[in-house]
């Protein structure tokens, strides 16, 4: 027995994973922008960078939905 999801949710998986990388690519650019200001905001930054880390564990979890691992 598989434990691969059907196709219809497989494919709304991918479609959740490339909103999730979209945002967190756009996150990295927005903290790289935050960062190079002399004067920043420290708190806005840090709550960029948690933002952040939370969507890759999101993306990290939708890519082990989509190929989990199979055991021997």
Known sequence: M???????????????LRELTLEHRDLDQAIHRLQTLT????????RLKKRKLLLKDQIA???RQIDPDEWA
């Open 61 to 63: 979890l939708i890519k």
């Open 2 to 16: 598989s434990d691969a999801p059907d196709p219809g949710l497989r494919a709304a998986f991918e479609e959740r």
């Open 39 to 46: 004067l920043h905001d420290e708190l806005g930054l840090k």
